[in-house]
């Protein structure tokens, strides 16, 4: 209070100068004569921390002033009255915001660069992948090659219905699938599609793909070529969702 220094041993409140000592506060005179102070010339900073300094011209913190206790950046007041702060809290928040249990760590599970592993966050991808629980980890490839002939049928029949080599594949292996289960109309398998349904995707740099669903329920009675145009139908309304996981629409449609 009176700006004396002090000896060895004794206590005494810390000021901190030098040349990283900043001018003041913008606009709040008042708080800038509270927290720098003019000794012999040279301007300091009040910190408000007791300290003693010992023989050695160590200096030990003794503690705060105030009541305020800075711990990792962040200013706590020691002195304010818990009980009152959540009647404050209850009066004013939902139940869900106000913890009901407080725990003590030893300390918080950081990784090597000093943020929380458990509530990290995601890795940057398009999408989540499914649960562990909703995948077996089994898969087969097929691979069938075509002959020049049929290659050349396959582009004709596309251009002569305006179809797309996917939406005429698609066709002719729900046809198939038709006759496998002896008529079963109501038909799912799922496909891969390119994802960059943003702008901003485009340019990005990685695979950007999604799994879509194509649900197809066929009338027994249709000729292949209307079974071609209802599937072309299906798949471009697909593309609207692409961007949403798969197993979300498969949940949504109570399919498995």
């Known amino acids: 209070d009176f700006l004396q220094s002090i000896t060895a041993s004794q206590e005494g409140e810390l000021f901190v100068g030098g040349v990283g000592i900043f001018v003041g506060y913008l606009e709040h005179n008042g708080l800038t004569a509270k927290a720098l102070t003019e000794v012999h010339d040279e301007l300091f900073y009040r910190t408000g921390d007791p ?66 592993v458990i509530h990290q966050l995601s890795l940057p991808i398009d999408r989540q992948q499914s649960s562990i629980d909703q995948r077996s980890g089994l898969a087969s490839t097929t691979q069938i090659t075509f002959d020049d002939d049929t290659s050349a049928s396959l582009v004709n029949c596309t251009s002569l219905h305006h179809l797309t080599l996917l939406q005429l594949g698609l066709s002719i292996f729900y046809v198939f699938l038709f006759k496998l289960t002896h008529g079963e109309t109501d038909l799912c398998i799922s496909s891969i599609n390119a994802n960059r349904y943003r702008s901003e995707l485009v340019n990005m740099i990685g695979m950007l793909v999604s799994t879509l669903p194509y649900r197809m329920q066929l009338n027994s009675h249709w000729s292949f070529d209307e079974v071609g145009h209802y599937v072309q139908e299906k798949c471009l309304s697909i593309l609207e969702y692409s961007h949403y996981p798969s197993q979300h629409i498969l949940a949504d449609s109570h399919l498995t």
Do not use: T
């Not at 503690?63 to 706590?76: A, M, N, P, S, T």
């Not at 106000?98 to 760590?105: E, H, K, V």
């Open 51 to 116: 300290d003693r300094m010992d023989n050695k011209g160590l200096i030990h913190y003794v503690g705060r002033k105030d009541h305020q206790i800075k711990l990792h950046r962040q200013r706590i007041d020691s002195d304010i009255d818990e009980k009152r702060l959540r009647e404050h809290c209850q009066s004013h928040l939902p139940s869900h915001m106000i913890p009901s249990i407080f725990g003590i760590l030893d300390k918080l599970p950081l990784n090597a660069n000093g943020y929380n």
